[in-house]
């Protein structure tokens, strides 16, 4: 199998304050890991692609110094949400790359919906 | 840089009627192709991928796609629908590569499909 979790699955905070999410591979090792942003309704928007060892590679327009990003392990990617306001809340989403004999294929968490209050 | 689109923003249809979801790509090179579901709730699921061979690819829960490399499409079908079947389904592509490491993957805006009792 190839199994991603997520933590916390939703999470409640003040404006202000900084909320850190995990993202683990449970039965594989990923050197990489994306996070994604998805709004209501809308499809999947690429944030930042995160490689074990090294520096989060972000997507054009995402705030390198808001949204931290840290690949610490082979299973675990941290996104850290820092002075959060509403206008941050959303459906977070990991995924984990696995590699293949071909190619590779992706696996994702079941997300955290972040609240701002 | 790559697009993906999906032609039906809503389906609707009863029980047993045959589905088809359209889905194209603007990537010209060669491409790893993948349909993933979202069911109410619950995360991103991987419904089927196509990496090269046989361009008619099964996957689970009786869903098919067929890669039409002339036409840049992957359609994903289904003989017969069933209630349990409602959910949001996403195309998404990435490039191939020769290490198949790959590229990041490419959404399209996602397809709800609502299937009535």
């Known amino acids: 199998g190839a199994v991603v979790s997520q933590h916390p699955s939703w999470v409640i905070c003040k404006s202000g304050t900084s909320v850190k999410i995990e993202c683990r591979s449970l039965?594989?090792?990923?050197?990489?890991m994306f996070w994604y942003r998805q709004f209501p309704k809308q499809s999947l928007m690429l944030m930042a692609t995160?490689?074990?060892?090294?520096?989060?590679?972000?997507e054009q327009g995402v705030e390198k110094d808001k949204f931290l990003i840290n690949h610490a392990s082979l299973t675990l990617s941290t996104l850290t949400v820092t002075s959060a306001h509403p206008e941050d809340s959303s459906f977070y989403i990991c995924s984990a790359r696995k590699r293949g004999v071909i190619a590779d294929t992706q696996y994702f968490g079941p997300g955290t919906r972040l609240t701002v209050l | 840089a790559q697009s993906v689109s999906q032609h039906n923003h809503h389906v609707i249809l009863s029980e047993a009627a045959s589905l088809e979801l359209g889905c194209n790509y603007s990537y010209g090179g060669t491409v790893n192709l993948f349909w993933y579901v979202q069911y109410p709730g619950q995360h991103l699921q991987l419904l089927l991928k196509?990496?090269?061979?046989?361009?008619l690819v099964k996957g689970i829960k009786g869903f098919e796609a067929e890669f039409i490399k002339s036409k840049f499409s992957f359609n994903l079908r289904k003989p017969s629908v069933q209630w349990s079947d409602t959910a949001e389904y996403f195309c998404?592509?990435?490039?191939?590569?020769?290490?198949?490491?790959?590229?990041?993957?490419?959404f399209g805006p996602g397809t709800r499909l609502s299937v009535l009792p």
């Open positions: 039965d594989f090792q990923a050197t990489t």
């Open positions: 196509y990496f090269s061979g046989d361009p």
């Open positions: 998404a592509v990435n490039e191939k590569r020769a290490d198949n490491y790959g590229q990041n993957f490419v």
């Open positions: 995160s490689n074990e060892g090294s520096k989060a590679t972000y």
